[in-house]
């Protein structure tokens, strides 16, 4: 489906498809926080939904605006924010070494539930810069395999290796600089993003199955300690990221502590049938009802049918971002919007499958649903670039000729 919008000396024909999902997911962020106002704790819920409407507002005109500028341009842009974005995520980490060892923090960067991950700002609100790095990071490492491969089109060892370390040059000054306020969640969904572009991107089998197995090693090796030596463990982890293992490994276990957040969405879930509650339902109390935890607050208000509902919406988005991606030539342009489809999928799996206990708990929101403005515009940042991408934008110029009259 197709809208045309007239700019200038331009016409426009851009994807309505895309833009009609975007507005059905809209309306249900805001209906879904409508519905928690009485399970939020801190703030006003009414505030909540405005600021919420507020940025997705902000976030439709931003998506129109970089529609009209065009991807060339946007791609131009990405090396300099990039290094903006560093030089936040720098003076974020600047005052967690602070906090830490002097107990005060940088202005505009204060600790908010035991992480430096945001800057507060005046009027504004809070702003995050590692949603924003996500986005970056998707093109950037999109441009520099697309170039590899156009530079060696028949790779060798050598050839995959420098291009690894070509990845690996952009993708770890952020990665541990987020590691380090610390945001475990979005490290994960960044090192997701990439680890697919990596697997898409032609190298070697090996490679691949190097990399998979060393993430494996890892996992195992975290494991093995967590069971047979936690008291090591817990000597480089924090233990409020251990409780939460402990949360998803017995959920009954501490059910005013560290288990009440999974316990109470669970018992939510699974206590509003298939219809739910109702309206604006507290009959369970749920930490984070309006950021984390939307899903399972969702869930009490409206059920199994509710609940359907959501993920049946992430899944048409999903498919609908696949279908652009396999209509689309262009090989950069293809890297692109699988990042962005796999950013989409591991944050709706992972937060959807935390609250139901199938997976521990990180912190990740539900996209497009859970409350946060920095969240919402940095997806709205990667729509307008699938906007452009899309076979169904369509430009058109309109030349204006002036005619002289001979005298």
């Known amino acids: 489906m197709k809208q045309t919008i007239q700019w200038k000396n331009k016409s426009i024909q851009i994807d309505i498809g895309l833009i009609l999902i975007l507005i059905l997911f809209g309306l249900t962020s805001c209906f879904a926080l409508y519905n928690s106002f009485n399970l939020i704790k801190s703030g006003s819920g009414y505030s909540y939904l405005l600021r919420q409407l507020f940025w997705f507002v902000v976030g439709f005109i931003a998506m129109f605006f970089l529609t009209i500028l065009q991807n060339k341009k946007i791609y131009s842009y990405m090396d300099i924010a990039y290094k903006i974005l560093m030089l936040c995520l720098i003076y974020l980490f600047l005052s967690r070494m602070l906090f830490n060892f002097v107990g005060i923090s940088l202005p505009f960067a204060s600790e908010v539930n035991g992480a430096i991950s945001w800057f507060q700002l005046p009027l504004i609100g809070s702003f995050q810069p590692s949603e924003f790095i996500k986005i970056v990071l998707i093109v950037l490492v999109s441009q520099i395999i697309v170039e590899h491969q156009n530079e060696h089109p028949n790779p060798t060892h050598k050839d995959d290796l420098l291009l690894l370390w070509q990845i690996a040059k952009v993708l770890f000054p952020p990665l541990f600089l987020i590691m380090m306020q610390p945001d ?189 403005g920095s969240s919402i515009l940095s997806y709205f940042i990667s729509f307008a670039i699938i906007l452009n991408i899309s076979p169904a934008t369509k430009r058109t110029i309109h030349l204006n000729r002036s005619r002289k009259k001979s005298i």
């Open 184 to 372: 475990t969640g979005i490290c994960i969904i960044i090192v997701f993003n990439i680890f697919i572009l990596v697997c898409c991107s032609g190298i070697r089998k090996e490679y691949v199955i190097g990399i998979f197995a060393f993430l494996a090693i890892v996992v195992g090796t975290f494991l093995f300690l967590y069971f047979e030596y936690p008291e090591i463990l817990s000597s480089f982890i924090s233990s409020y990221k251990l409780q939460r293992i402990d949360a998803w490994l017995e959920p009954e276990s501490n059910i005013r502590g560290s288990s009440n957040q999974l316990y109470t969405a669970l018992l939510s879930l699974g206590s509003a049938g298939l219809t739910g509650y109702g309206l604006q339902a507290n009959i369970i109390s749920i930490p984070e009802a309006h950021t984390d935890f939307i899903f399972a607050a969702f869930g009490q208000c409206f059920g199994f049918i509710g609940t359907t509902f959501i993920l049946i919406l992430c899944l048409l988005l999903d498919i609908y971002l696949c279908k652009i991606a396999y209509a689309t030539k262009d090989k950069k342009d293809r890297f692109i919007v699988v990042g962005i489809i796999a950013m989409l999928l591991y944050q709706q799996l992972q937060n959807t499958g935390m609250i139901v206990g199938l997976l521990p708990i990180t912190g990740i929101t539900l996209p497009l649903i859970s409350y946060g």
